[in-house]
């Protein structure tokens, strides 16, 4: 059964930073991979998704990576804000799987 | 616009009544799919479906039916809610070729068994 894991489970730093969030998966035949931000008690907006054959994705301060062979993903954040306090989840669209997500808190 | 409507936002019902939570999307996506999500624990599905008339049983189906007669609807019916099937529920599409494809959410609904 697919798992998908996300670390850390929460994480705090001050504004500016850069930061990065995992994402491992257990199915490495991956058709793509998607990042989700969600804020609390609110919906779910898609922020990047990666597929199988490419190796990055970027969208202003956000870049997402995969690697297949290692069945992990990354967000990278640069230039972090307050705004970007959220929870971010990474799906395998493989099945449809959800890691757990990471809670980020960015300090001003 | 593009979008999936989930209806209703928020709901709370007694132990027993019936209750049925709509999902329409106007995308033409043929894959549409239920997920609850509970603190701690994530986002787990419910049931999915590919194609209209076809569905098929997610992580955590049991108290949960669905059916899909038409491509935009995908209703999620509880026919005899319970307290544990308090939760936050979201309704997802993604076009035919949802491998390669990505998923659109609807707002969620909350949903409160007493």
């Known amino acids: ?108 | 616009e593009a979008q999936v409507t989930q209806n209703p936002r928020y709901l709370i019902t007694v132990t027993g009544k019936k209750l049925t939570v709509t999902c329409s999307q106007n995308m033409n996506h043929e894959y549409m799919s239920w997920y609850r999500q509970d603190p701690g624990l994530g986002l787990r599905q419910i049931y999915y479906s590919m194609n209209v008339e076809v569905t098929d049983k997610g992580d955590v189906p049991e108290g949960y039916k669905v059916s899909r007669k038409e491509k935009r609807n995908f209703p999620l019916i509880l026919e005899s809610p319970s307290p544990n099937q308090t939760s936050l529920y979201f309704c997802a599409s993604s076009p035919g070729d949802s491998f390669n494809s990505p998923l659109h959410f609807g707002n969620g609904t909350r949903l409160t068994v007493t």
């Open chain 1, 1 to 108: 059964k697919q798992e998908v894991t996300q670390i850390p489970a929460a994480l705090s730093v001050p504004e500016g930073e850069n930061l990065v969030l995992n994402c491992s998966f257990t199915d490495s035949a991956i058709y793509n991979l998607q990042w989700f931000r969600q804020d609390p008690g609110k919906g779910l907006t898609s922020l990047l998704l990666i597929q199988s054959s490419q190796r990055e994705q970027t969208s202003g301060r956000l870049n997402a990576s995969l690697d297949k062979s290692s069945g992990r993903s990354t967000l990278y954040i640069a230039a972090s804000q307050p705004g970007d306090s959220a929870t971010y989840l990474c799906v395998h669209n493989n099945d449809m799987r959800f890691g757990a997500g990471t809670r980020l808190t960015v300090k001003p």
